[in-house]
């Protein structure tokens, strides 16, 4: 499985932004997808993941809760991630993952994606 992170930039305070995630590999559709973000001097940090039969789970992180949506189109290996009312502390690296489980779990994801940088202005 290889993935393809997209879409990150530089956005305005209260934007809203479409993160796109492109997998490739016949068992792409198999795997639960996930979003995670690194904030600089940060750590890697869980935001999304949804299942394979679209469940979802989120970050239970105030500074993302309500405004990040995850979803996936099994015709394009295709996993989003929505980012609404953009703040400056949502500036990061935005990894996905593929893993075998529904998880908020790093360690349990086994293939990464690149990142997508999105910066934040105030």
């Known amino acids: 499985v290889q993935l393809q992170a997209s879409g990150g930039g530089l956005v305005q305070a209260g934007d809203s932004l479409n993160l796109s995630c492109d997998g490739s590999?016949?068992?792409?559709?198999?795997?639960?997808m996930g979003w995670f973000r690194q904030a600089p001097g940060e750590e890697r940090v869980f935001v999304a993941a949804?299942?394979?039969?679209?469940?979802?789970?989120?970050s239970s992180l105030d500074s993302v809760k309500g405004r990040f949506t995850i979803s996936r189109d099994g015709a394009k290996s295709t996993v989003y991630l929505r980012i609404n009312s953009l703040k400056p502390e949502d500036t990061a690296v935005y990894y996905c993952?593929?893993?075998?489980?529904?998880?908020?779990?790093?360690?349990?994801?086994?293939?990464w994606g690149q990142g997508t940088l999105v910066t934040v202005s105030s």
């Open positions: 590999g016949r068992t792409f559709v198999s795997y639960t």
């Open positions: 949804i299942s394979r039969s679209g469940s979802t789970i989120y």
């Open positions: 993952a593929a893993g075998p489980v529904l998880t908020a779990r790093m360690e349990t994801y086994r293939y």
